[in-house]
């Protein structure tokens, strides 16, 4: 289960009053804003590779402001703002106490050996109203902002407002959660006899078309759709039969394992081209062997039924990395 708590009304007020909340109880912690660490650094490599290089960045919704951190090892500016005022306390810590961004790098991410360069500032910031001039930034990061707001127009609304301060030729990088990856989630999990992901009360999940409407109001372009599918079929379908009847835990090293993996196979059309039998065998189980070695006899079990099912598991990630484009001057 997750620490959602009790459901409320899906408002403005209580939706940032649940994230002070998280942060005032343990924000010295990255999972705060997202559960699942080792998607998070799948996610956050992607979107350094994407924002490399530009000169003012700002990352809405930066919560505590891990992912900051390392977007800012790419590029010249970066400005972490998010509406919650416990968040963004905890996001200047990094900056003002070296002991904690030491511990807190070395035990989530201890490979990417990054520093501190100067060039990060965190303040708080609403992406519905943007104290920003128009055109000020070459690249923004929202990753999952828009959920929390309460309405579709509110997410239109945000829609526009970054549209509003983002350069000409300036991109967005913007990961949401979306109806139809929940969708096709739940269809594969339904598949193998797995109950339904939870859904969050304080979340109102992007409709996929609807979005793409949005965006196209605003004059942006839909650059690319990036998809985690190889991570989440791994994680979300394999990993709970491996573990059934317990819940997997987010931080094991089976999830480690599928980052790594997914790094070189992200999605469903990676893993059909080598084949689903071989990628398992050859590919997924030597990282499996490394990260979470105990699990490897019931990896082998699940690994014959999930070849004799053959899903494909095109569409299965919830979470989605829109690259959205400003036209140039």
């Not at 519905?128 to 959920?147: G, H, M, N, Q, S």
């Amino acid at each position: 289960m997750s620490r959602q708590g009790q459901a409320q009304d899906r408002t403005a007020e209580n939706v940032r009053d649940f994230w002070n909340r998280e942060a005032e109880e343990w924000g010295h912690n990255p999972q705060v804003t997202i559960r699942d660490h080792y998607f998070r650094l799948l996610e956050l490599n992607l979107i350094c590779q994407l924002i490399k290089g530009r000169s003012k960045v700002l990352d809405i919704g930066c919560g505590t402001g891990f992912s900051t951190l390392f977007y800012g090892q790419e590029v010249r500016e970066i400005v972490g703002a998010d509406f919650a005022q416990s968040m963004v306390r905890w996001a200047r810590r990094f900056l003002d106490d070296a002991e904690y961004f030491r511990r807190t790098m070395a035990e989530y991410a201890a490979e990417n050996r990054i520093g501190l360069r100067g060039n990060i500032r965190f303040e708080e910031g609403n992406i519905l109203d943007l104290k920003y001039p128009a055109a000020t930034f070459d690249a923004v990061v929202a990753e999952r902002v828009l959920i929390n707001l309460p309405t579709v127009a509110l997410h239109d609304q945000a829609v526009t407002e970054v549209a509003r301060i983002l350069a000409p030729g300036g991109r967005w990088l913007l990961v949401e959660v979306t109806q139809q990856g929940h969708e096709t989630v739940d269809r594969l999990r339904g598949m193998f006899g797995l109950s339904i992901i939870e859904k969050y009360w304080h979340n109102l999940y992007v409709e996929e078309p609807h979005l793409a409407e949005a965006v196209k109001a605003t004059g942006l372009t839909i650059q690319s759709v990036r998809r985690f599918e190889t991570f989440h079929f791994l994680t979300k379908v394999m990993h709970p039969l491996i573990v059934a009847p317990a819940e997997p835990k987010f931080l094991a090293g089976f999830n480690n394992a599928a980052r790594w993996v997914a790094e070189e196979f992200p999605t469903y059309r990676d893993v059909a081209a080598l084949g689903l039998e071989r990628f398992l065998r050859e590919k997924f189980r030597p990282h499996l062997e490394r990260f979470d070695p105990e699990k490897l006899p019931r990896f082998d079990l699940v690994s014959n039924e999930i070849v004799r099912v053959s899903p494909d598991f095109s569409g299965c990630s919830h979470q989605v990395l829109f690259v959205l484009d400003k036209p140039g001057a």
